[in-house]
Structures are given as structure tokens and as C-alpha cells.
């Protein structure tokens, strides 16, 4: 597994999680801004530990 940041990759932002009061409550499945917030989360996270190990190895 690769553990570098790729040439045409891009740091993701933190994104910042949406209040509780800026939900519709719709259930607008992928449009949900709480499901977009957990997928650029998790996305988010997965890169940060991916550079945090390679940074360890590289030491």
C-alpha cells in the first residue's frame, strides 16, 4: 500500500460538521449535507492516517 501523497492528489480540507439545526430532515439520502459530511470525513481521516504512517516510516 502506497503511503505517500500522489502528484495529482490533493490534501483534503477538514470538513467541518454541520449543525443540527441546518438539517431538513427530508432524508435526502446522498444530498443529505450529514451524509456528505460523513463521507468527506471519512475520506478525510483515511488521508491523514495514510500521510500520519508514512511520516512515522520516513521518520
Do not use: H
Not at 14 to 32: F, I, L, T, Y
Not at 34 to 57: F, G, I, P, S, V
Amino acid at each position: 500500500m502506497d503511503t505517500t501523497l500522489k502528484p495529482d492528489e490533493t490534501l483534503l480540507p477538514e470538513p467541518v460538521r454541520p449543525e443540527d439545526w441546518e438539517c431538513c430532515g427530508s432524508e435526502c439520502g446522498d444530498a443529505c449535507m450529514q451524509t456528505m459530511y460523513c463521507n468527506e470525513k471519512t475520506a478525510y481521516d483515511a488521508q491523514q492516517k495514510r500521510l500520519r504512517e508514512a511520516a512515522e516510516r520516513a521518520g
